[in-house]
């Protein structure tokens, strides 16, 4: 994953590149990069938890994912908005952060050791956990909404970030509200 990390660092470069095939080179690099940093990343949370909680991590990961590509991309917007179509902020924020994200990866789990099926915890309502979990799913439903109300209001730029914001906030409150009393039914339905 380090290879993978320090490849996408020559992005940082692009926007002093006037050549097209020097582009197109550190582009691509990023991008292969990227495939194999993806690659690991899902093969690591296959390596450390037990089957039947894989899906829910790679899962919480891919959500999260989504809600950054998406947030991204409308702060992109804002951002060249801001600079008159600048882009190197842009680049230098992107190309080191997968070194970022790896030095996060190792201060969570410094040794990289499989969670034993022992280890997983029954789910019970209204714990820390609950209210994050449901909390982040009510969080990229709500910006996603947020997002689809600020298009329609034909919102671009600082106002559909706006949006996005309004609606993950709304979105975060009901998602732990109805996250947590559909948990704490089921809790009560295994407890009889």
Avoid at 6 to 30: E, K, R, S
């Amino acid at each position: 994953m380090l290879v993978c990390a320090i490849a996408v660092l020559p992005i940082v470069f692009m926007p002093y590149v006037n050549n097209l095939w020097i582009a197109v080179l550190l582009f691509g690099l990023a991008a292969a990069a990227h495939q194999g940093w993806s690659a690991n990343i899902f093969t690591t949370s296959s390596d450390m938890f037990p089957r039947r909680a894989v899906g829910s991590v790679v899962g919480i990961g891919g959500m999260a994912g989504a809600i950054g590509g998406a947030i991204m991309a409308v702060a992109t917007g804002v951002l060249l908005e801001r600079t008159h179509g600048n882009y190197m902020l842009i680049f230098f924020s992107v190309g080191p952060a997968y070194l970022v994200s790896l030095g996060i990866i190792h201060l969570l789990v410094p040794r990289l050791q499989p969670v034993e099926e022992s280890a997983l915890v029954r789910p019970q309502a209204f714990t820390a956990g609950s209210f994050f979990g449901f909390g982040f799913v009510g969080l990229i439903l709500g910006a996603f909404l947020g997002w689809c109300v600020g298009l329609t209001a034909r919102q671009s730029g600082l106002g559909l970030l706006e949006y996005m914001l309004g609606g993950a906030g709304v979105g975060t409150l009901v998602g732990i509200i109805i996250g947590n009393l559909i948990l704490k039914s089921k809790t009560q339905e295994l407890a009889t």
